[in-house]
């Protein structure tokens, strides 16, 4: 699925599709997206939506299982800033089903549409590191008890997987960072892997980046809402920190400085154990391979696309570089210093 891309869809049959499906009449423009083609809709009333037709390649019951989480969340933590999932107009499923002839049969999501300023256009700071590891707890609170089948599908983003990526370094362009993936995957197996199996493990967002949450437009400290949850996977709960960690790293000052705000804001909502404090730089650096190898080889798949791709690529490989350069003991101990773990 994330080697090829999803068929074109027209803003006039995504119109017409909502129409269908929904019973909404409506105005489309396009979205950007990895894998899916999506839309914003406004119908007369000034009512904003989103449109998600999903990749013919996924999974139906993934599909599935993303839009029942979206489902759960509205039901365990109604105060999330979370899209609202709307029903199609017949029957009890969470998505309607697009079929047409020789085309493939896709799936189709409608969303509430979030008002608020993407993360990353908004000045970084320890007040708005705060709000992000504060809302992540309360994320990860809601979706504690939530299960479906499809929630451990196989899925490349997996920090769990990532030493499945090996043959997507060369994709790198420098060779010096080529080498810094090999040795950071060699770390993350040889020093985390082993432990997460004895982890807390649930279902998580896995992709709480910079470009999955919107800041308010006066307050850049205050989270308006979380988007995407495509890459939702059951995985250890620290995972879905550790994801989170890996983007706020900064060019100047310690390394794991502006990722210990985060992660001591989180840890005040919902308290880590020290094994999951143990692990959680190893996973900050996996999940930093995982971004660049995986972006670096679809951007050479899908040129077209390359801009999307790569919108995190930058910011990856400059947190790779700078945590690379701390021995995994410090890491460590300076993690559970500002955690204040023994």
């Given at each position: ?25 409506a ?97 970084p ?26 929630e ?63 800041t ?16 939702m ?86 947190g ?20 204040d773990?023994?």
């Amino acid at each position: 699925m994330l080697d090829s891309t999803a068929p074109e869809v027209s803003g006039e049959q995504a119109e017409a599709l909502v129409a269908r499906f929904y019973g909404l009449e409506a105005e489309a423009r396009p979205l950007s997206g990895e894998r899916d083609r999506n839309f914003h809709l406004r119908d007369g009333a000034g009512a904003e939506y989103v449109l998600r037709v999903i990749h013919p390649a996924e999974d139906p019951g993934v599909s599935d299982f993303q839009s029942r989480a979206l489902l759960h969340l509205a039901q365990a933590a109604p105060d999330l800033p979370v899209p609202r999932l709307h029903r199609p107009l017949s029957g009890a499923a969470a998505e309607a089903l697009w079929e047409e002839e020789g085309a493939p049969p896709r799936r189709l999501r409608l969303l509430d549409y979030l008002l608020g300023r993407p993360l990353h256009l908004a000045p970084p700071g320890a007040a708005q590191r705060q709000a992000i590891g504060e809302c992540l707890a309360r994320l990860d609170l809601g979706l504690g008890g939530f299960r479906h089948p499809s929630e451990s599908h196989p899925l490349m983003w997996d920090i769990q997987r990532a030493a499945r990526l090996r043959p997507l370094i060369r994709h790198l362009p420098q060779i010096g960072d080529r080498g810094l993936a090999a040795a950071m995957l060699d770390r993350f197996e040889q020093r985390a892997l082993p432990r997460l199996p004895r982890l807390r493990a649930q279902v998580i967002h896995n992709d709480f980046n910079p470009h999955n949450i919107l800041t308010e437009e006066r307050a850049d400290d205050r989270i308006a809402g979380i988007i995407d949850f495509g890459d939702m996977v059951r995985a250890p709960l620290v995972q879905d920190l550790a994801t989170a960690a890996a983007y706020q790293i900064t060019s100047e000052g310690h390394p794991l400085e502006a990722p210990a705000q985060l992660a001591a804001a989180y840890h005040a909502l919902l308290p880590l154990v020290p094994e999951e404090i143990d692990v959680l730089p190893d996973l900050i650096a996996a999940r930093l391979v995982v971004s660049v190898a995986i972006s670096g080889w679809r951007a050479t798949r899908q040129p077209a696309n390359a801009d999307y791709i790569l919108r995190n690529y930058a910011r990856s490989l400059s947190g790779l570089r700078r945590l690379g350069a701390l021995p995994p003991d410090e890491a460590r101990l300076y993690l559970r210093e500002r955690l204040d773990t023994p």
